[in-house]
């Protein structure tokens, strides 16, 4: 199965919000590393992106990228599709990664 993701055009809104939601991903889990929060926990960035905190997250990203509002239900849908991607990807890692 191809990855979804994988057709977006580049430049498009939807590549900007994917490139912007990875990319402040990794600052994400960098902060909960720093704050303690992980408690060093090696699956931190999967716990994550599979938690209703990761909404909020996408929500707060997306807003900061539209001039305009984002519905709730653009917003609801990036996230599942991102974790869709996101997990296919994971699940793929080897087990001592």
């Keep these: 199965m191809e990855r979804i993701f994988d057709n977006t055009t580049p430049g498009s809104i939807i590549d900007k919000w994917i490139g912007e939601v990875y990319e402040g991903l990794n600052k994400k889990i960098e902060e909960f590393h ?7 926990h090696r699956n931190v960035d999967f716990e994550f992106v599979n938690s209703s905190k990761f909404v909020d997250y996408v929500r707060d990203t997306l807003r900061s990228l539209k001039k305009r509002e984002v519905s ?18 994971y699940k793929n890692y080897p087990k001592e990664f």
């Design 72 to 89: 709730e239900d653009w917003i609801k849908s990036f996230a599942h599709l991102f974790r869709e991607d996101f997990n296919s990807i």
């Design 34 to 40: 720093s704050t303690g929060e992980s408690e060093s």
